[in-house]
């Protein structure tokens, strides 16, 4: 097969699917799900993908909203990952419904490959739950999912231009909760037990803290409970945060850090202070360069105007999966020419609907299935690869 052949077949295959995949697109951005609540998005890919022919396991290593679709025999295995998960209050405003549409074209598009043209291997589309959240991708590689796995493969939706998967940021995720004492505010304020001071002294704790750190590392917390009333003294406060770094010995040294000024602040407001690290912390990302070559060369040639970007401040449960197996969390540009509309906002949301966002993903799911195609018939591509993952 001439590579213009491969180009048509695989043109070919995504035209005959792309209506009822962006009409899948459209409906999950259209009805926003939160982490582990993703219930309709995990159905209508179930449904479509059984469809079509994939052997489909629901339910998949025991976490509701997790699934598996695969077809083909034995090895090499390529996975696409898929995420589907919204953001409160803004719907898609970081465009997982976009990662869905390129996971299932892709996956779809290497079937047809692999029944075509005789290939031996098998392509998995594996439906992962709760990005934005928990990162179950972190649970369903402790289950084993990635066990027979020979590379995974992703894209997500960019405010930057398209760009290659990027050494990315670890994160720790806590819950800080103080308690103290609650007494009348004007009547009896020296009975009470301060919970509010305490987080407030965790903030300028941390704002002190903040200008010795690395340019490179991240903090940023909210007050998810600050007391009831005015006229309370608040005995039971709450403080999320989050952490950051690109390296994993040095995020751990922060999290000390972070637990000795929540302390401190208990001290000074004489309440106590339970410091909770909530589970899967998020590894930093480990780009393959192979892959990201690989990547870039294909989105060159379909037109996407891909740059070199430097590593990105974000954090996903991505990063958990590059030290398992060589993979690619790569980037497409929905945004255009806008530079004003950022990711993790109502107009990014907008945009996760655009039709230039799904001829961008369009284009994305088929260097993925391009991509998944060479490694499944070039054994000079694998060996560079596993020698790249190191
Ligand atoms: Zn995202």
């Given at each position: 097969?001439?590579?213009?052949?491969?180009?048509?077949?695989?043109?070919?295959?995504?035209?005959?699917?792309?209506?009822?995949?962006?009409?899948?697109?459209?409906?999950?951005?259209?009805?926003?799900?939160?982490?582990?609540?993703?219930?309709?998005?995990?159905?209508?890919?179930?449904?479509?993908l059984e469809g079509l022919g994939f052997h489909v396991t629901r339910n998949y290593k025991g976490l509701?909203?997790?699934?598996?679709?695969?077809?083909?025999?034995?090895?090499?295995?390529?996975?696409?990952?898929?995420?589907?998960d919204a953001l409160a209050d803004m719907g898609h405003g970081c465009g997982h419904n976009l990662i869905a549409g390129v996971a299932l074209s892709a996956g779809i598009i290497l079937k047809q490959?692999?029944?075509?043209?005789?290939?031996?291997?098998?392509?998995?589309?594996?439906?992962?739950?709760?990005?934005?959240?928990?990162?179950?991708?972190?649970?369903?590689?402790?289950?084993?999912?990635?066990?027979?796995?020979?590379?995974?493969?992703?894209?997500h939706p960019s405010d930057h231009p398209t760009s290659q998967s990027m050494e990315a940021s670890g994160i720790?995720?806590?819950?800080?909760?103080?308690?103290?004492?609650?007494?009348?505010?004007?009547?009896s304020p020296e009975k009470g037990l301060n919970a509010l001071d305490a987080v407030r002294l965790l903030f300028s704790g941390v704002d002190a803290w903040r200008q010795q750190l690395p340019e490179t590392c991240r903090i940023h917390g909210v007050i998810k409970d600050g007391g009831k009333a005015p006229n309370i003294i608040p005995d039971a406060t709450t403080a999320d945060f989050y952490l950051r770094a690109f390296d994993m010995d040095f995020l751990l040294s922060m999290k000390k850090r972070l637990e000795n000024i929540a302390q401190g602040a208990a001290l000074m407001t004489d309440t106590t202070v339970v410091v909770e690290v909530v589970k899967n912390a998020y590894k930093p990302g480990k780009p393959n360069q192979e892959l990201n070559q690989e990547f870039m060369r294909l989105a060159e040639e379909y037109g996407?105007?891909?740059?070199?970007?430097?590593?990105?401040?974000?954090?996903?449960?991505?990063?958990?999966?590059?030290?398992?197996?060589?993979?690619?969390?790569?980037?497409?540009?929905?945004?255009?020419?806008?530079?004003?509309?950022?990711?993790?906002?109502?107009?990014f949301a907008d945009c996760a609907a655009s039709s230039f966002a799904l001829e961008q993903m369009g284009k994305t799911a088929r260097i993925l299935s391009k991509i998944g195609h060479l490694y499944l018939t070039c054994e000079d591509f694998r060996k560079k690869v596993m020698d790249a993952h190191g």
């Open positions: 097969m001439t590579l213009k052949d491969l180009k048509t077949a695989i043109d070919k295959c995504y035209k005959e699917h792309s209506k009822e995949i962006e009409h899948l697109v459209h409906t999950i951005h259209d009805n926003p799900e939160l982490s582990e609540e993703e219930e309709l998005a995990c159905r209508l890919q179930t449904e479509f509701k909203t997790a699934f598996a679709a695969s077809a083909g025999e034995g090895s090499p295995h390529i996975c696409f990952m898929s995420e589907y490959l692999i029944r075509d043209f005789h290939l031996k291997g098998r392509v998995t589309i594996m439906g992962t739950p709760a990005e934005e959240k928990r990162g179950c991708k972190i649970d369903l590689i402790a289950a084993g999912a990635l066990e027979d796995v020979d590379i995974v493969l992703m894209a720790m995720q806590f819950i800080i909760r103080f308690t103290g004492k609650a007494a009348h505010a004007a009547a996407m105007a891909p740059e070199w970007l430097e590593r990105s401040r974000a954090s996903s449960d991505f990063g958990d999966v590059t030290y398992e197996v060589p993979a690619m969390h790569a980037f497409f540009n929905i945004t255009g020419q806008n530079k004003d509309i950022v990711i993790h906002s109502r107009e």
